[in-house]
């Protein structure tokens, strides 16, 4: 089977890793680095390696510290596929750890 590694934690600078898991082992087929859309990305990336969505035993992202927005994205996105493709229970969803409070500010006049 075959895992998706996304980190999003720094919004300029995004990862999206496709890994064997093979043998309780992790081994990373392909990476892709940079600022990109990340739903896209893995389509893009699936299609290369004529993978389906549910070949994917596990979508994982990275859970922080980082950009608060860029956190939110990478969760949202892991956890979205992994109910929408293996019916994972939404109590058992992951959720990002910001490593203090968001820093929000309201729009500049």
Do not use: C
Not at 63 to 69: L, W
């Amino acid at each position: 089977m075959y895992k998706i590694y996304i980190d999003t934690s720094n919004r300029k600078e995004k990862s999206l890793t496709l890994l064997s898991t093979e043998h309780d082992k992790d081994t990373v087929i392909e990476k892709l680095i940079g600022d990109m859309d990340i739903v896209g990305s893995i389509d893009s990336l699936l299609k290369k390696h004529n993978l389906n969505p549910d070949d994917i035993s596990e979508y994982v992202s990275n859970p922080g510290p980082g950009s608060f927005t860029g956190l939110k994205l990478g969760a949202t996105v892991a956890n979205i596929m992994n109910w929408a493709v293996h019916g994972k229970d939404l109590k058992d969803m992951k959720y990002p750890d910001y490593g203090g409070e968001p820093n929000i500010q309201g729009p500049k006049s």
